[in-house]
């Protein structure tokens, strides 16, 4: 449970949760005359160029107006008074800006209408929060690669190129290729920024990343702040970034494009070994208008994504020699690998009278068929200048040097792939009385397969043979009624929907039960979800075998959000109320060493079992002597659920026309986490004699066949207990008082 009240004064400071963010804008401002007295009563007319929508209002007593409520776009502002001559002037309204115009009125001396034309503010004056508006200038003509909408955060000052899981790369419980979320804002960290769209939530709760990336053609503008927020800002301590779609106008508007990149005229750089293929194919097109004119307008988008590169990658695979155990030339310059047989005092491994040769017999054979039926044979000599590079993969991802002859003999290249396809259709109806309906769905389907990655990075490179696929969907939908309750009172209410569903897995997985064919025992738990091969790390070679870590895992992130912001003008203040309410759903499951995970060393096979700069860890794998073995019985699973609640009070108090205070209050509730199905908790002793719960300390005592005693403390909570092991390490989970072995008192 967390609370967290904020005060904010002047410079507003932010708090980490939900929030009833607005992508609206409001326009205010002060009207005089000659003499810089408030003109009062003064008609204030704002029209929108794209719609043709009127908001009618008044000055007040003080001359002050506020028109709260506007969609970001182009308007015409027009103020009249009797006995002034009236003014025009042209605006262009930013997402979630707050613009003051103050005009001062001439004395009319003939009718007439003084047309003001200028260059728009830079510096806003009158709000407190650091950012930056990226307008539709930059998003249609700045190159992007990709047309990610993110790469256009970076021209904001104070951000620049993250890292984490939010590259979507580099966690396998958030593998999504080509979606990056990755900006660092203000010195923040990746998993710092708050996603909004259409100022509704578009935020993936698991890392906060951006649920979904909308094409550029169906977007109007972007806002991105650093720091600084008012109370109504939340959701993040890092940068907001506040997209707002398009909308369709009077005018019918369209576009159709095609952007292609290939390798034809790249150069060849050295990694990539000659094979620089790549295709990529941007297409879209979008169209808006009228359905019923000044009234009904629609945009619908949509854009598709194609992708194919060369991946290149240097890889370590024993050489057919090896697999039959001869290692009598393994070492460099073809000079033996000495091997020593830990079964028979240490003495060097000899077959025929040749040295260093393991007798066939002792070769595991579910070992030696993965080799010979899954693993490539090499296809590089050592003339290719590969010798300088690190070979294979070792332990905790760290390159170490265990193989000679064989060192980085195997070019790998397989093509990645990803695929995209997007929508966005938005309807937008405006009311007799000036209120204003959208509704907006946005969704966008991933694809992709990538040979070699090996979530988290650093631990080598894959094989053919046991690559990735993923297939992502994601939703965002809202709809949101801005109700003109009078000239100065507007509230604005909007219901989101918004879901990740993310589904990553393996070449093998649901059709090649490699475990069953290899013959391996008390692995290959799960079903067909759990095929695949076990995930052998053998020193000095590439990884073996089908990636170990959430391969297959399904997710689906769901947040649905109902918020609701009231604004009202009270003299020289402007007055905001707002609220929201977040209930997230979360459910997951994953498979995790289901398969088997074993790391093979040279140590059972060097002449003193030490490191002594014998043996092999290939060796070791023939043998079939692992260093470390572990499996996972089962599969996690979770359904977690979790609701936010916000509220805030605010108030923008116009001192002088050259003086704006703002002061808040803030306070916000995160309901903890609670599984609704699974508790994911193991608890056995399978070698236990018997369990001993003292009468004094809370202590239970488990009395080992080994003659070792383990203890941990509990607290009993009914029939269920919760227990502290005696390393430090807490066990949260609840389970029944029922333990086998019977419990001696």
């Not at 991802?397 to 265990?402: I, L, Q, Y």
């Amino acid at each position: 449970m967390q609370r967290k009240p904020s005060i904010l004064l002047l410079v507003s400071l932010c708090a980490v949760c939900a929030a009833a963010q607005s992508n609206l804008a409001v326009l205010g401002g002060s009207v005089t005359d000659p003499q810089s007295h408030a003109v009062a009563g003064a008609q204030v007319v704002l029209m929108s160029k794209s719609t043709g929508a009127v908001r009618k209002l008044q000055t007040n007593d003080q001359g002050i107006y506020e028109v709260p409520g506007l969609q970001p776009g182009d308007y015409e502002l027009t103020i009249s008074a009797s006995g002034f001559a009236s003014q025009r002037k042209d605006l262009r309204l930013e997402v979630a800006q707050r613009l003051a115009i103050d005009l001062q009125l001439g004395v009319e001396e003939h009718k007439e209408t003084v047309e003001i034309r200028d260059v728009p503010e830079v510096l806003h004056t009158n709000e407190a929060s650091i950012g930056e508006v990226v307008e539709p200038t930059s998003i249609e003509n700045l190159p992007l690669n990709g047309r990610m909408l993110v790469d256009l955060v970076l021209t904001v000052p104070g951000a620049h190129v993250g890292h984490g899981a939010q590259t979507g790369s580099m966690n396998p419980l958030y593998w999504r290729p080509g979606q990056r979320s990755a900006v660092s804002i203000g010195g923040s960290r990746p998993n710092g920024n708050y996603f909004l769209l259409d100022g509704t939530t578009n935020t993936d709760p698991t890392f906060n990343t951006q649920n979904l990336s909308p094409s550029p053609d169906a977007v109007q503008e972007f806002k991105v702040q650093t720091g600084s927020y008012s109370a109504e800002m939340g959701g993040a301590g890092g940068g907001q970034i506040n997209i707002v779609t398009r909308s369709g106008g009077n005018a019918y508007h369209g576009t159709v494009y095609e952007f292609l990149r290939n390798g034809f005229m790249d150069a060849t750089s050295f990694n990539s070994m000659g094979n620089n293929h790549l295709v990529q194919n941007n297409f879209g097109a979008s169209f808006g208008g009228p359905i019923v004119r000044n009234k009904t307008f629609f945009f619908v988008n949509y854009e598709g994504f194609r992708h194919a590169m060369t991946h290149t990658m240097i890889d370590t695979v024993p050489t057919l020699a090896e697999i039959n155990g001869d290692f009598s030339m393994a070492g460099p310059n073809m000079t033996p690998v000495h091997i020593f047989d830990p079964a028979n005092g240490r003495t060097e491994f000899q077959y025929n009278g040749m040295m260093d040769v393991i007798d066939p017999a002792r070769i595991n054979p579910a070992a030696q068929q993965f080799l010979l039926q899954y693993i490539p044979r090499p296809n590089a000599g050592m003339g290719l200048g590969m010798m300088t590079m690190a070979c294979g993969s070792a332990m905790m991802g760290t390159p170490m040097p265990g193989a000679g002859a064989d060192c980085n003999n195997y070019v790998d290249a397989r093509n990645a792939q990803m695929g995209n396809d997007q929508g966005t259709v938005r309807v937008d109806q405006l009311l007799s009385n000036g209120d204003g309906i959208a509704a907006r769905y946005s969704l966008s389907s991933e694809r992709g397969f990538f040979p070699g990655e090996m979530p988290p990075g650093g631990v080598g490179s894959l094989l053919p043979g046991f690559g990735s696929f993923n297939d992502n969907f994601a939703q965002q939908g809202n709809i949101s009624w801005n109700r003109i309750i009078s000239p100065t009172k507007v509230n604005t209410a909007a219901i989101t929907f918004s879901r990740l569903a993310m589904h990553r897995y393996d070449e093998n997985a649901y059709t090649n039960d490699v475990v069953t064919q290899l013959g391996i025992q008390g692995i290959g738990f799960g079903g067909k979800g759990a095929y695949g091969a076990p995930y052998f790390n053998v020193q000095g070679y590439s990884p073996l075998g089908d990636n170990f870590s959430a391969t297959p895992m399904k997710a689906w992130d769901t947040a649905i959000e109902g918020r609701d912001t009231f604004s009202m003008q009270f003299g020289r203040h402007s007055l905001k109320f707002g609220a929201a309410y977040t209930k997230y759903i979360w459910p997951m499951w994953g498979f995790f060493q289901n398969r088997g995970y074993y790391q093979f060393t040279n140590g059972y096979t060097t002449q003193t079992g030490t490191n002594d700069g014998t043996g092999s860890a290939l060796a070791s794998f023939l043998l079939g002597l692992p260093a470390v073995k572990q499996r996972q019985a089962g599969t996690p699973q979770m359904q977690l659920r979790q609701w936010y609640a916000s509220g805030f009070a605010q108030d923008s108090f116009r001192v002088t026309r050259s003086t704006t205070v703002e002061m808040g209050l803030r306070y916000e509730y995160m309901d903890p986490l609670v599984d609704i199905s699974y508790t994911n908790t193991n608890l056995v002793f399978p070698d236990a004699e018997t369990i001993v719960i003292a009468d004094h300390d809370d202590l239970i005592t488990i009395n080992t066949a080994d003659g070792k005693r383990r203890s941990m403390t509990y607290e009993v909570r009914g029939d269920e207990l919760a227990m502290v092991l005696d390393a430090g390490f807490l066990s949260t989970a609840r389970f029944p008082l029922t333990i086998d072995p019977p419990i001696v008192a």
